[in-house]
């Protein structure tokens, strides 16, 4: 270990996860001169939730082109909304290329981390008992990478096939089979029509209809690529062309806005073009404002339901049985198999990790009303410690990937200044914290997400905590720097 509070510049950081975020910080610092780096990676591979979600039909609602690295362009990509084998294929290409694995600890879980403000580094300790020490910790985690399956009665009694759609078993044949899918959200609807198609007979059981509208697929032509691949300027400018309307995008999540009832009809008019039956037309119509829950791009979802082996209910499960569904309405269905696209745990951040700061202080009493952090990266009470993709930083209309370089840029800020004053650690100041918060606050009034239904953006105590209320060009502008005054410095 370094001398700590000494102008070196071998300060030491860990990472935790190898997803666009862990990826992108390793990079980065590497780029900036950062060398002592050490990555701590669950799995035995790169690749964050692109490794982990391997479910039939798996995708981005990203064009790809957008949804990669700026440092990265990847000229090649098949079409403009790549799938998962693609999307995990770059993220293995980009950690090869600038030779980050060496740096990756794989198949090591981190269980807590607590900072030491004797010695000022964080002590770090894994589920296999090894501990560590490093004056940075950055969590790469992301939101979306804890499954969330509802607690069901009698769920652990069901003698058939159970899995989520971020544990799926490629081995399974569907063939012939009865099965439920519960849930209807964005890996719902890319798994359901693969499933039918693999000659399922499919009932889904949907608690909220989704918004869902067209997706703007299509392969790229080989002109196209060649273009890519020679012609930088005409990449760069699809790249812009794409960030600048999916910006223009953000207002169709206000409300009252005329955007927002062009969604609405577009969503309508595709679900009449493959819905004919009236009765299942206005189970699939949503109660809500279109942006309130996530809108969800597909080209297949509803041509899939209008199959006849498949039927959608909207009647609440009672109970699961060993061999099938007891609804609320007292109708039982026998089943094969159970399949669950029911999202993640995106709003318990950093679970199940246990993080503890200054005086001991639990990040989880800190963020016991709901997890925020300043400019969703830095957390007052927790001295160096940083967040990709944390409190507040997810987008409905554009690329988290840019966010999450905007993240980078801040936090390498941070380690310059502190390189170049001597300085040896960086917390956020209370009041800075609190001021920020109550401006994000104030701004989700103007916004769909406020409306009052559930989404996974919301906690229980109905905080938004997951969606950055603005242009992402404003949050590149207010990371694209450290402003020390805002900091209490040691």
């Known amino acids: ?9 071998s300060i030491s950081i860990a990472i935790v996860g190898t997803g666009f975020g862990g990826l992108a910080a390793a990079i980065q610092l590497k780029k900036n001169g950062f060398h002592n780096i050490k990555i701590f990676e669950k799995s035995n591979s790169v690749g964050g939730t ?20 700026s440092f990265e362009p990847n000229p090649n990509w098949p079409r403009k909304y790549s799938a998962q084998p693609e999307i995990l294929a770059y993220l293995q290409h980009c950690a090869k ?8 600890q794989f198949q090591t879980e981190i269980e807590s981390a607590n900072w030491d403000e004797n010695s000022g580094v964080w002590k770090i300790r894994t589920t296999k008992n090894e501990s560590f020490e490093y004056n940075i910790f950055i969590s790469a985690v992301g939101q979306l990478n804890r499954p969330a399956l509802p607690e069901l009665k009698g769920l652990e009694t069901f003698s058939g096939k159970i ?7 490629p081995s399974y044949n569907f063939a012939g089979k009865n099965v439920a899918a519960v849930g209807t959200g964005a890996s719902a609807i890319q798994f359901i029509p693969q499933i039918v198609n693999q000659g399922a007979n499919v009932t889904i059981f949907q608690r909220t209809a989704p918004w869902v509208v067209p997706k703007p697929d299509r392969e790229y032509f080989g002109f196209e690529k060649f273009l890519f691949k020679y012609l930088p300027g005409y990449r760069l400018l699809h790249r812009f062309q794409i960030y600048i309307w999916n910006e223009i995008r ?19 008019s595709h679900m009449r073009k493959f819905i004919k039956d009236p009765k299942l037309r206005e189970i699939l119509t949503p109660d809500y404002p279109v942006g309130c829950k996530r809108i969800l791009l597909s080209n297949d979802y509803y041509e899939a339901l209008a199959k006849p082996n498949v039927s959608v209910t909207s009647e609440s499960i009672s109970e699961i049985q060993k061999d099938g569904i007891l609804t609320k309405d007292g109708q039982f269905r026998k089943f094969d198999a ?20 200054v005086q001991n202080l639990d990040l989880n009493d800190a963020w016991k009303s709901g997890a925020e952090a300043y400019l969703g990266v830095a957390v007052s009470g927790f001295p160096n410690f940083y967040i990709l993709y944390g409190p507040n930083t997810n987008l409905a209309h554009n690329s988290i990937v840019f966010m999450i370089e905007s993240q980078v840029r801040y936090i390498i800020s941070a380690l310059q200044e502190m390189r170049k004053k001597g300085i040896r650690s960086l917390t956020p100041k209370k009041q800075t914290m609190k001021n920020y918060n109550e401006s994000l ?44 005054n805002g900091y209490d410095i040691a």
């Not at 669950?340 to 503890?356: C, D, H, V």
């Not at 916004?447 to 590149?476: A, L, R």
């Open 1 to 9: 270990m370094l001398d700590n509070g000494k102008k070196d510049p």
């Open 50 to 69: 692109w490794r982990e979600n391997t479910y039939p039909g798996a995708a981005c609602d990203v064009p790809s082109h957008l949804y990669s690295f």
């Open 97 to 104: 290329k600038y030779d980050i694995i060496p740096h990756i």
């Open 163 to 169: 899995f989520h759609s971020a544990n799926w078993d």
């Open 250 to 268: 953000m207002i169709a999540f206000q409300k009252n806005n005329h955007a927002n009832k062009i969604v609405k009809w577009m969503s309508l």
């Open 338 to 357: 159970l399949v669950f696209g029911t999202g993640f745990k995106a709003t318990e951040f950093l679970s199940p990790m246990k993080i503890k700061g």
């Open 441 to 484: 606050g104030s701004k989700f009034d103007k916004f769909v997400w406020d409306t009052g239904c559930t989404s996974w953006y919301i906690n229980e105590s109905g905080k938004n905590t997951n969606n950055w209320p603005g242009h992402t060009y404003e949050y590149s502008f207010r990371t694209r720097k450290i402003d020390l």
